[in-house]
């Protein structure tokens, strides 16, 4: 069974710092590229990071660029985003999920997904 599972989510105050993490099961992790997006209640879920098969290669939305690393263990099957200079403009689900594909920015090209992960960042 493919399974995404995020964790490490939580409420911070702006300025501050979180790791996602995000573990992978029943795929072959190497073979695909991630994706962390995040979502708002009645807004499109959007594009925040993306990272290579073999993480040497990255991709970011304009508004984390600079803020945010997102980073690929493919002996511990994690992906992981880091997340500093946290804004209150943060706060949403956020989601990892998989692709063949390579830096893709759009959700459509992912699957799985994991089930999500609640950031609040506090003014």
């Known amino acids: 069974q493919v399974q995404l599972v995020e964790f490490g989510g939580g409420l911070v105050q702006a300025g501050g710092s979180l790791r996602l993490s995000c573990t992978a099961s029943g795929l072959t992790f190497t073979s695909y590229g991630m994706g962390w997006f995040r979502q708002v209640p009645g807004k499109e879920r959007e594009f925040v990071a993306a990272i290579s098969r073999t993480g040497g290669s990255t991709a970011y939305a304009d508004s984390v660029k600079g803020r945010f690393t997102i980073s690929k263990d493919n002996a511990k099957n994690m992906v992981y985003l880091q997340m500093n200079s946290l804004k209150p403009e943060d706060t949403a689900v956020y989601y990892c999920?998989?692709?063949?594909?390579?830096?893709?920015?759009?959700?459509?090209?992912?699957?799985?997904w994991g089930q999500g992960t609640q950031v609040t960042v506090s003014s």
């Open positions: 999920a998989a692709t063949v594909g390579y830096l893709i920015t759009t959700q459509a090209r992912y699957d799985p």
